[in-house]
């Protein structure tokens, strides 16, 4: 196995005159340039890649968005490096991973005004010579639907130029002796949508007649967009259905609730659950906190929980998945005002200064992160709750969006 030496300090190489270096991880041998030239096993998989606003034909691109991508400035830090092209406002960073197990290609344009066509596109260039006659395996689907997988070999005379030879492909295994690896246009799997701020979700395979074109698409962005992607390089033939699932995801405002709390000493409804140390939620300050039991007032209204005595601190610890979760808060009181009060969670304030007439139907729902199975709420103030529920919008393990390492190496700002 061929390993490149990694350097120890970040290297500004410059633009594409001078000689390139080469980063050898594995089957797979990459350029140190603005130029981007990634081999398998000493073929040229791809070579260049271009951002543009499609036209309304398939390769009838306007010129590119970000200037001349073979004169963007390229840094180097170790077995990654990123190349930065600029045409006025508008920006592309192209990132570059290096390692035995994967090539990761990570890119960001940042396009303002006016683009010229309805689309922003990112294509990725592989020569003719490379591909024709390849078998592949490719897996499509449209968003998160089902996808499908078929064989097929590339052949560049059995299609005209500029006509589409597959859509909405995420997945390629490529079969040949020399370019035995595979394409991940969707590392994200079915979770990614369409937006025009967003990871790119498949790409449109066709020819130049010199040359394969993988083109991945912003749609909506006739007046600029932020467009995203990443594309993984592996070697090997690992399927589709070994990386994601193949499944159909679907979204639903009827998000689950985990969790339902009613701070009563009361009679249990079987929708909430009294909160105590058997559920895996309750009070760490228990000599801080008074239940105080009303006749009536329904599920949500009657009994609530309030500090012994004004201004005592209560700290609500909650066990659950670690995920992203909205928390909600129920309060009300026919007899007197509550508040003012505060609510912190693990990340700081959630809300301040709450004020709450009497009488009032106060229900207020906020974002709260569960790390590491559990979080602790803290109330200061004069805080009352009735009920408090939480409703998951994503785990930890479903996570692409937030927290994500998106980039593998960091830039100073003057870079």
Not at 196 to 209: K, P
Not at 261 to 278: P, Q, S, V
Not at 289 to 296: D, E, F, L, N, Y
Request: aromatic share 10%; glycine share 10%.
């Amino acid at each position: 196995m061929r390993v490149a030496m990694v350097l120890a300090a970040m290297t500004f190489i410059g633009a594409s005159g001078a000689h390139a270096e080469t980063i050898e991880a594995g089957p797979f041998s990459v350029d140190v340039s603005a130029v981007l030239t990634i081999r398998c096993n000493d073929t040229v998989l791809f070579k260049g890649d271009r951002c543009v606003a499609q036209g309304d034909k398939v390769g009838s691109n306007q010129p590119s968005l970000v200037g001349s991508i073979e004169d963007a400035a390229v840094t180097r830090d170790g077995n990654t490096f990123t190349a930065i092209a600029r045409e006025g406002r508008n920006s592309l960073r192209r990132e570059v991973m290096v390692t035995p197990e994967a090539v990761h290609v990570t890119f960001e344009a940042k396009v303002f005004g006016k683009t010229g066509g309805a689309n922003i596109i990112y294509e990725l260039f592989s020569p003719l010579d490379s591909l024709d006659g390849t078998e592949y395996t490719a897996t499509a689907g449209w968003l998160r639907r089902p996808r499908t997988s078929t064989t097929e070999r590339f052949d560049s005379s059995a299609t005209d130029p500029h006509k589409y030879i597959l859509q909405y492909g995420q997945y390629f295994v490529l079969k040949s002796p020399r370019l035995r690896c595979t394409l991940d246009f969707n590392p994200s799997g079915p979770w990614i949508g369409i937006s025009n701020y967003g990871e790119i979700w498949n790409c449109l395979l066709y020819h130049d007649g010199e040359r394969f074109i993988f083109g991945t698409f912003c749609a909506a962005a006739r007046h600029g967009a932020t467009f995203t992607g990443k594309i993984i390089i592996r070697p090997g033939d690992t399927p589709y259905e070994v990386q994601h699932t193949n499944e159909s995801v679907a979204y639903t405002t009827d998000f689950p609730a985990p969790l339902s709390l009613n701070f009563t000493e009361a009679d249990e409804d079987d929708r909430y659950r009294i909160c105590g140390a058997e559920t895996g939620h309750g009070w760490q300050n228990p000599e801080n906190v008074r239940i105080v039991t009303r006749g009536a007032g329904g599920l949500l209204r009657r009994d609530f929980a309030a500090p012994v005595e004004a201004e005592r601190e209560g700290i609500l610890e909650i066990a659950l998945r670690s995920g992203l979760y909205l928390l909600t808060l129920n309060v009300y009181d026919a007899n007197e005002d509550t508040g003012p009060f505060d609510l912190s969670g693990p990340d700081g304030p959630l809300l301040q200064d709450a004020r709450i007439p009497r009488g009032t139907y106060w229900d207020k729902t906020v974002p709260l992160r569960i790390r590491d199975g559990k979080a602790a709420l803290r109330l200061n103030g004069r805080w009352k709750i009735n009920a408090l529920s939480m409703q998951v919008l994503l785990y930890d393990e479903e996570d692409f969006l937030f927290e994500r390492p998106y980039w593998n190496m960091g830039l100073k700002s003057e870079e």
